[in-house]
């Protein structure tokens, strides 16, 4: 319902306005002001400026409506007798002019409430802003960094506002001193729960001071702020409650599945795993294992050795038994096994459950037993340079003394010859002279080239078994080398193979060790002979000089079984050999692919099967500096 008191602003306004035209006309005239004027003998009619005999407040009136009438700007003035100022101000509406009298103090008041609506306004529209962001579906830290400007806009000085919101951990805002000077301070709790959870905190970078209204208006966002985060809470709980049921449903209605799931993730680690591991219960049944060709059923010993019974040493028995962890090393056909096994404990701690691990041993034992190979080679090493030496001075002796008894012969022959004559039965060693005669010299050549050859062969097992400190320090002649160094595998390769050596012109000599280039050498020529099939092998050893690249060219090549491809890819790898039920033991050619790279040299391998295989040598020739 509408009355008056709805306008009493409108009313007290118009009470104490007087209008006037430009041409001094009163068009309006308020009842209080007019009374106001009535005390100092102002009497305000029609015709209130055409009187000649006019009083002093008259011709002041008169005097300040020609001067607002000339500049059209408002005058302040008093009239004589009152204490209030009075002001005079044109209204101008499109082309037309009229002039306002009223006291300063109303135009004041209606400036204030202006102010003040405005501000008004302003802290309703900053509120209605924050309340907006608030209900934006987004993450509340946004919505906090975007109201900072709209509660900033809501001051009646936002240039000289600083707002800060601490909220939990963080802050948003202008970073503040720590002043909370007079009138420059103004802040707001933001209780969530009873809880003080954060802080509004405004600074005035000037002195003009804050209204009351504005601390009302950060009051009211810290409750809003609140209410937010308290509803951001509370649909957090909800949705957690939610996905917690939701789980929990989920979990009731898919356990086989995530049992089995499971059971999938725990098998494939398992599967991972090289050895093969098993767990087994009191009756030795497998319950789990991580191989397929195992499975999960089936007695340990039947799946795992392919026996009919229990293993006469078995690890878990001693687990069962003890409650420790036991460990056992045990031959299965051509492989080492190291059997482990661990207790698994009830919920009475006894052990109802035991996990085997199997783990092979096989290359760890060829190692050993290589390793011990090692040792016995070079203890034959020094064997073989004690039984050279030893053979060698009774050699010595004998080579000698035949040399003499050679030229005893020479001599005694004449005598012999001359006896004969007279004695046509002359027997020398029970043999008639004439036999004698003419096998003698025969016997004792050939007893001389034995022992020569004795010579040579004790030569070439005391160069084979010389100590090799591995230098690089020999000035290497490759085909010397060749030459001087196959005595000893030609009777071997006979059995095979023909040897054909074809030594290139010139080649030059180069820094290297003389002896494990022997090896090399050796090595190649007795795998060259073990690849024949037949008797019809041939072993073809060259030698040549590549000048543009400076390299000492060896090839040897035969034309035995070949190899395939993936022979081909391990044929340098330690233990690698096709030959292990021959004694083989997988070391000559990683030892001999070693030695070509300390010579900083390549080795290339070109194989078919049926066809035969080319090792082909590169070593840069350097000299000593």
């Known amino acids: 319902m509408i009355n008056s008191t709805n306008f009493k602003l409108i009313y007290d306004l118009f009470d104490n306005v007087i209008i006037f035209t430009r041409e001094e006309e009163v068009v309006f005239k308020g009842y209080a002001l007019r009374q106001l004027l009535n005390e100092i003998k102002l009497n305000i009619d029609p015709h209130s400026f055409d009187k000649n005999n006019l009083t002093e407040p008259a011709k002041l009136l008169k005097e300040s409506i020609q001067k607002v009438n000339s500049t059209l700007t408002p005058l302040t003035f008093k009239f004589p007798g009152l204490n209030e100022e009075f002001i005079l101000f044109p209204l ?122 504005e601390q009302k208006m950060i009051d009211e966002i810290a409750n809003k702020f609140a209410r937010a985060i308290e509803e951001s809470e509370k ?77 006469e040493k078995c690890p878990a028995v001693k687990t069962f038994e003890t409650s420790g962890n036991i460990a056992f090393e045990r031959e299965a056909g051509d492989k080492y096994l190291l059997l482990r096994s661990y207790p698994i404990f009830d919920e009475e701690a006894s052990v109802d459950r035991v996990l085997e691990v199997c783990h092979d041993i096989t290359i760890q034992k060829r190692m050993e037993a290589q390793l011990l190979q090692s040792y016995k080679l070079a203890s034959l090493g020094k064997l073989v340079a004690g039984v050279a030496h030893e053979i060698n001075n009774p050699n010595t002796f004998i080579l000698g003394n035949l040399k003499i008894i050679q030229e005893a012969f020479q001599d005694i022959f004449p005598i012999l010859e001359d006896h004969y004559s007279n004695n046509k039965d002359l ?122 690249r400076n390299e ?31 004694g083989g033991t997988g070391l000559g050619l990683s030892i001999t692919y070693g030695i070509i790279k300390d010579h900083d040299g390549k080795i290339e391998v070109e194989s078919k099967i049926g066809i035969g295989t080319k090792f082909l040598i590169r070593i840069p020739v350097k000299h000593k500096v």
Not at 235 to 256: G, H, P, R, V
């Open 92 to 213: 101008i509406d499109h082309h037309d002019v009229n002039l306002i009298l009223t006291k300063k103090e109303k135009i004041l008041q209606i400036t204030r409430i202006e102010h003040e609506l405005k501000e008004r306004v302003k802290e309703l529209h900053c509120l209605y802003k924050v309340s907006q962001e608030l209900e934006i579906t987004r993450p509340l830290n946004e919505s906090f960094e975007k109201c900072i400007k709209h509660v900033q806009e809501g001051f009646q000085f936002p240039d000289e506002t600083l707002v800060n919101f601490k909220i939990g951990n963080k802050s948003f805002g202008d970073k503040q001193e720590d002043s909370k000077k007079e009138s420059g301070f103004i802040s707001s709790e933001i209780n969530v729960n009873g809880k003080q959870y954060g802080e509004i905190k405004v600074v005035l970078k000037t002195q003009a001071g804050f209204l009351d209204e």
């Open 235 to 311: 649909t957090i709980n909800l949705e957690k409650q939610q996905k917690i049921l939701l789980a929990k449903n989920e979990a009731l209605l898919k356990i086989t599945d995530e049992c089995n799931k499971r059971r999938a993730k725990l098998r494939t680690f398992f599967s991972a795993i090289t050895d093969k591991i098993v767990v087994i219960d009191r009756e030795f049944n497998i319950i789990l294992s991580n191989k397929d060709e195992i499975g999960d059923a089936g007695k340990c010993y039947n799946k795992l050795f392919g026996l009919d019974e229990r293993c």
């Open 427 to 548: 027997k020398i060693a029970r043999l008639n002279y004439e036999v004698f005669k003419d096998n003698i010299s025969t016997l004792v050549d050939d007893m001389i080239n034995g022992a020569n050859r004795t010579k040579k062969i004790v030569g070439d097992l005391r160069n084979f078994a010389k100590k090799d400190d591995g230098s690089l320090t020999d000035e290497v002649d490759l085909n010397y080398i060749i030459k001087n160094n196959l005595t000893l595998t030609r009777k071997h390769v006979k059995k095979f193979a023909e040897l054909e050596v074809e030594l290139g012109d010139y080649i030059p000599t180069f820094i290297g060790n003389s002896n494990k280039l022997e090896q090399v050498l050796l090595n190649l020529v007795m795998n060259a002979s073990e690849a024949m099939e037949n008797g019809n092998g041939i072993i073809k050893i060259k030698t040549n000089y590549d000048e543009k």
């Open 552 to 582: 000492v060219i060896l090839a040897v090549e035969d034309n035995g079984s070949g190899m395939d491809e993936n022979t081909l890819k391990n044929i340098f790898d330690p233990f690698f050999t096709t030959k292990r039920n021959k």
